[in-house]
């Protein structure tokens, strides 16, 4: 059905008030490649490109990336982006033609590889037919690409031999191509198939075409066409359908996610919003709005809402429209001509609903987004201003109070009436309507009478202030005066705290408590206070944040400061608000839930090049909350301010290990493997990104390292971890992202990678290790084992080699000295004689001892007893002694060394001998026993005794000292007369 044609009048052309956009600006300094930006484009994955005559750029929230990218032509002069359904993303170009990024890397075609300088590689627009096919728009015609390959698409259409800019197709699947003579038109016949239909809007300069359902917009060189019903337009190509909203030179257009109509040309950046087929009030915006630039070449809103701006002077980022910012000057009272901005610290409105602002030199009233000073009637002092504003305040009957340096005003339609020359700070009212005031010398006044006129020195005249008496002044500037319900008066001091005072019935104060250093408020320097109409009383300090008190039971209900997340320490004024209180601070604004004050502080971020982050005071005018900063007044609306719900997805930017850079991950990875790292590339460290651009500055990440952290790490705002000397293994790397509103990543970003165990370290290598260290040791015991069997056959041998050889001759000899001394008669061969047996029986008894000591059979203890008991039976029977011979059974089968069990058996030999011949002894005592790790040996005697000292010793007991020193022993030999003999033998056992 065809729409009858409508006709606009053009609409009056309105510029923007003179407030500043939410405009956050891009440039160099922030890492551009240059800051003439031609091309944007927010990708699927969330990556934000931007296009420049020096290449493409990335961002991801803290830096912006170059990507690397080849060129036969010397530079990349990006003229747009476009994503096709496979989420590739295509770049075309000034000379260079077109690039495809797939799979991280790009790919360049040329639709003439021959001629590098051909104006066919200069490609403006693209467009994706389907099946792999793509139209793209050159300076010298229409190409069709099939994804490897370029062609013309229709060689013989004269018209197409031309610059060509844009490309659009139609919900039929038609194809639009605007050139600089309107706009030819081809219709789709079949599946991949198109015939020239004719042309339209012909003599129209067409820089842009944008269809959204029926409707078709046109930026043309004569202005902006808007055609509600492109069939009716197409129906009748040499028909007037349609009509121009804006006339004059268009670039470029786009409608955003709420439907505002964006476009570029002439006089700035123009933006209104359809109703029906009527335009809304066009606004108007130029740099005098904040703009970095009025030459604005492309727009773009992406998913989360923003709008980014290409301009010569950089990427301007557009955040949704819940602030304005009105910049506002002061004049300077010694310097009339000259002009400074205003820094506002105090606001408030009257009782018609007018907004009135203070700054350092006088009073304002707002009047749509400009601000007028008012100034006193009597214009005696500072040059006829107010001079400094330190509060505001409309009491209940509507009168609007002003405290400045000049005296107390109230504020009507008639201007600035003085009501005290006092130099007042604070001022307060309380449930009765009484208002309270409190002076910059610690004084505190009151008015009862508001609508008198009161005496102009405020000595107490009808309407005038009337001091307090206070029994202790305190000289010192009041920042902040109340009265509670109770009607008890809390007074904050600039310097040393808070004091809570009552009346007493004569009139005058009295200090009830005191909140001051002596008391723990060392860092109480007073600046605001807020009643939370919950029975709260809450204090803006200078150094130290907020302190909530308990006006009925003076209680400290909480203290909130930086260290509880507070934006900053210094918190300048406080409002109120349902349940949620505003707080002005040093680093922008704060609230808190007014219900509960343990809950984390929400940060409101202005990112605005424009709008100082410090603000001076804060005050509710129903829905608006009013802030007043050094350069003037921005008015913030919450409720326009939408809840981030996107989930910013989280990516890897960059793995580091051992200090290079892992080239085959590329940026923005959300899930990857690294190739198997040997055992000293234990050095690695990411960089992640969460794409959220609403409020890039209060991104949060926590992380996770899977084979080495239990658990994720603290939410953190770094965008880096480093680990060090990882253990062989199998890790990966997760971490995931948070917005500013507290929403996380759907799916973590993650990276897997394995270091590799060092070979000394596999199980084969330890495996071998183990076989060989058993074979090893099963060799040493094999070698151990026969070097003890040839030991035990040797020793067995040598006491059998004594025993059968030596042993009997010397039998023999002594046989023979027997015959030899029957027979012979000669006296003096028999004493020679008696001689050789003599020795022959002491040598055999000698080379019995040796036998015995090497014979493996006699290695333990009880073997080593038994034979001394043999011995000493035989000499203690001979002389009549009695004797007990003791042996511990645990120690029984102790072995002894060869050598160590020889010297034991001679020193108890050497001992007996000489207890059988010098002791007289009737009775003789032998026992071995443990002591611990030490064997025992005791030879005792009831004899006769001696004095040792007295007594030369012999070769004896030399030779007993001698042999217990080469085994490590000690030997202890103990006497005196008449008490016997003791020998001690320790010796430690193995």
Request: with cysteine.
């Given at each position: 059905m065809r729409v009858p044609l409508f006709i606009f009048a053009?609409?009056?052309?309105?510029?923007?008030?003179?407030?500043?956009?939410?405009?956050?600006?891009?440039?160099?300094?922030?890492?551009?490649?240059?800051?003439?930006?031609?091309?944007?484009?927010?990708?699927?994955?969330?990556?934000?490109?931007?296009?420049?005559?020096?290449?493409?750029?990335?961002?991801d929230g803290s830096r912006f990336i170059q990507p690397p990218m080849s060129t036969r032509s010397g530079q990349i002069y990006v003229t747009s982006f476009r994503e096709d359904s496979a989420r590739q993303v295509w770049v075309t170009s000034w000379y260079s033609g077109l690039y495809k990024f797939s799979e991280g890397r790009f790919t360049n075609y040329l639709p003439d590889t021959v001629h590098i300088e051909s104006q066919s590689n200069s490609l403006f627009d693209l467009?994706?037919?389907?099946?792999?096919?793509?139209?793209?728009?050159?300076?010298?015609?229409?190409?069709?690409?099939?994804?490897h390959h370029f062609t013309l698409f229709d060689p013989h259409n004269p018209a197409l031999q031309q610059q060509i800019l844009t490309l659009a197709k139609t919900p039929r699947g038609d194809i639009l191509i605007g050139y600089g003579r309107g706009v030819v038109w081809y219709r789709r016949t079949g599946s991949n198939g198109y015939v020239y239909a004719g042309k339209l809007f012909d003599d129209l300069g067409v820089n842009k075409i944008l269809?959204?359902?029926?409707?078709?917009?046109?930026?043309?060189?004569?202005?902006?066409?808007?055609?509600?019903?492109?069939?009716?337009?197409?129906?009748?190509?040499?028909?007037?359908?349609?009509?121009?909203?804006?006339?004059?030179?268009?670039?470029?257009?786009?409608?955003?996610?709420?439907?505002?109509i964006w476009f570029t040309g002439e006089g700035g950046l123009h933006k209104f919003n359809m109703r029906g087929n009527t335009p809304s009030a066009e606004q108007i915006y130029t740099p005098a709005n904040g703009l970095p630039?009025?030459?604005?070449?492309?727009?773009?809103?992406?998913?989360?809402?923003?709008?980014?701006?290409?301009?010569?002077?950089?990427?301007?980022?557009?955040?949704?429209?819940?602030?304005?910012?009105?910049?506002?000057?002061?004049?300077?009272?010694?310097?009339?001509?000259?002009?400074?901005?205003?820094?506002?610290?105090?606001?408030?409105?009257?009782?018609?609903?007018?907004?009135?602002?203070?700054?350092?030199?006088?009073?304002?009233?707002?009047?749509?987004?400009?601000?007028?000073?008012?100034?006193?009637?009597?214009?005696?002092?500072?040059?006829?201003?107010?001079?400094?504003t330190y509060?505001?305040?409309?009491?209940?009957?509507?009168?609007?109070?002003?405290?400045?340096?000049?005296?107390?005003?109230?504020?009507?339609?008639g201007g600035l009436e003085k009501r005290s020359p006092q130099q007042i700070v604070a001022m307060d009212e309380d449930k009765e309507g009484d208002l309270w005031f409190g002076a910059m010398d610690g004084k505190i006044y009151t008015l009862r009478d508001h609508e008198g006129s009161g005496g102009p020195d405020g000595s107490g005249g009808p309407g005038g202030l009337c001091e307090v008496p206070i029994p202790k002044l305190i000289n010192e500037k009041i920042n902040a005066l109340y009265r509670d319900p109770a009607g008890f008066f809390w007074v904050g001091y600039a310097l040393t705290g808070v004091r809570k005072y009552r009346l007493a019935p004569d009139g005058h104060l009295e200090l009830v408590k005191e909140f001051t250093g002596r008391n723990g408020f060392e860092n109480l320097r007073v600046r605001?206070?807020?009643?939370?109409?919950?029975?709260?009383?809450?204090?803006?300090?200078?150094?130290?944040?907020?302190?909530?008190?308990?006006?009925?039971?003076?209680?400290?209900?909480?203290?909130?400061?930086?260290?509880s997340q507070l934006g900053g320490n210094w918190v300048k004024a406080a409002a109120i608000g349902g349940r949620q209180v505003y707080l002005a601070t040093n680093n922008g604004l704060d609230i808190l839930d007014a219900d509960n004050y343990t809950a984390k502080p929400k940060h409101i971020a202005f990112r605005n090049d424009a709008v100082p982050v410090e603000f001076n005071t804060v005050y509710l005018q129903g829905d608006t909350v009013w802030l007043g900063t050094a350069k003037g007044v921005l008015e913030y609306t919450p409720f326009r301010q939408q809840k981030n719900t996107l989930p910013p997805p989280a990516y890897i930017m960059k793995v580091t290990i051992d200090g290079s850079v892992d080239s085959l991950v590329p940026p923005f990875s959300m899930a990857g493997e690294l190739p198997k790292l040997s055992y000293r590339q234990n050095n690695i460290a990411f960089d992640f990104a969460g794409l959220s651009f609403l409020d890039e500055e209060n991104v949060r990440y926590t992380y996770r390292m899977e084979g080495l952290d239990k658990d994720w790490s603290p939410v953190t705002d770094r965008r880096y971890v480093n680990y060090s000397h990882l253990s062989p293994g199998t890790y990966r790397f997760r971490v995931s992202?948070?917005?500013?509103?507290?929403?996380?990543?759907?799916?973590?970003?993650?990276?897997?990678?394995?270091?590799?165990?060092?070979?000394?370290?596999?199980?084969?290598?330890?495996?071998?290790?183990?076989?060989?260290?058993?074979?090893?040791?099963?060799?040493?015991?094999?070698?151990?084992?026969?070097?003890?069997?040839?030991?035990?056959?040797?020793?067995?041998?040598?006491?059998?080699?004594?025993?059968?050889?030596?042993?009997?001759?010397?039998?023999?000899?002594?046989?023979?000295?027997?015959?030899?001394?029957?027979?012979?008669?000669?006296?003096?061969?028999?004493?020679?004689?008696?001689?050789?047996?003599?020795?022959?029986?002491?040598?055999?008894?000698?080379?019995?001892?040796?036998?015995?000591s090497i014979n493996p059979r006699n290695d333990e203890l009880e073997s080593l007893m038994l034979r001394i008991k043999r011995f000493a039976a035989q000499l203690f029977e001979a002389k009549g002694i009695d004797y007990e011979i003791d042996i511990e059974n645990s120690i029984r089968h102790l072995k002894l060394p060869m050598e160590h069990r020889q010297s034991v058996y001679l020193i108890m030999k050497e001992a007996i001998n000489n207890l059988v011949k010098y002791a007289d002894a009737g009775r003789a005592f032998i026992r071995a026993e443990s002591e611990g790790q030490f064997l025992r040996v005791q030879i005792s005697d009831d004899g006769k005794g001696f004095?040792?000292?007295?007594?030369?010793?012999?070769?004896?007991?030399?030779?007993?000292?001698?042999?217990?020193?080469?085994?490590?022993?000690?030997?202890?030999?103990?006497?005196?007369?008449?008490?016997?003999?003791?020998?001690?033998?320790?010796l430690k056992m193995k």
């Open positions: 053009m609409l009056l052309l309105q510029p923007a008030e003179a407030q500043l956009l939410p405009i956050r600006n891009y440039t160099t300094r922030e890492g551009l490649n240059a800051n003439g930006i031609y091309a944007i484009l927010r990708d699927s994955k969330g990556v934000l490109w931007v296009g420049t005559y020096n290449g493409v750029n990335w961002y467009l994706e037919l389907g099946g792999g096919r793509y139209l793209a728009a050159t300076d010298q015609n229409v190409w069709l690409f099939n994804g269809i959204t359902g029926q409707e078709c917009w046109i930026a043309t060189a004569r202005g902006l066409r808007f055609c509600p019903d492109l069939d009716d337009a197409m129906q009748n190509p040499g028909g007037s359908s349609g009509a121009f909203i804006e006339k004059g030179l268009v670039d470029n257009i786009f409608i955003d996610r709420e439907k505002n630039s009025s030459a604005v070449r492309a727009i773009y809103t992406d998913q989360e809402g923003i709008t980014w701006l290409g301009t010569d002077y950089g990427l301007a980022k557009l955040n949704e429209n819940y602030y304005r910012f009105y910049p506002i000057q002061d004049e300077d009272p010694t310097q009339p001509d000259n002009k400074g901005d205003a820094s506002i610290i105090a606001i408030s409105d009257d009782r018609l609903g007018r907004l009135w602002l203070g700054s350092y030199e006088g009073i304002y009233r707002m009047q749509h987004a400009q601000a007028f000073e008012s100034r006193p009637r009597d214009p005696a002092q500072h040059g006829g201003h107010a001079g400094f509060s505001m305040r409309k009491d209940r009957a509507g009168t609007l109070w002003a405290c400045t340096a000049t005296g107390v005003y109230t504020i009507g339609s605001s206070f807020c009643d939370d109409r919950r029975g709260h009383l809450l204090v803006g300090t200078r150094t130290d944040g907020i302190y909530v008190f308990d006006w009925k039971t003076d209680a400290t209900i909480a203290h909130i400061n930086t260290g992202a948070q917005n500013n509103d507290g929403v996380w990543s759907e799916v973590p970003a993650s990276m897997s990678f394995i270091i590799a165990t060092p070979f000394w370290q596999t199980w084969w290598f330890l495996s071998l290790v183990v076989v060989t260290l058993a074979a090893l040791m099963y060799a040493f015991y094999r070698y151990r084992l026969q070097q003890a069997l040839q030991i035990e056959r040797l020793r067995v041998k040598i006491s059998t080699d004594l025993h059968d050889d030596i042993g009997s001759t010397l039998s023999s000899i002594s046989i023979l000295s027997d015959i030899v001394l029957r027979e012979a008669g000669q006296e003096q061969h028999q004493g020679m004689v008696q001689e050789i047996k003599e020795s022959s029986i002491s040598l055999m008894e000698k080379m019995d001892d040796i036998v015995w004095v040792y000292e007295t007594v030369r010793t012999g070769n004896g007991i030399a030779n007993m000292k001698s042999r217990a020193d080469l085994m490590g022993a000690t030997l202890h030999l103990s006497s005196s007369p008449g008490k016997g003999t003791t020998v001690i033998l320790t």
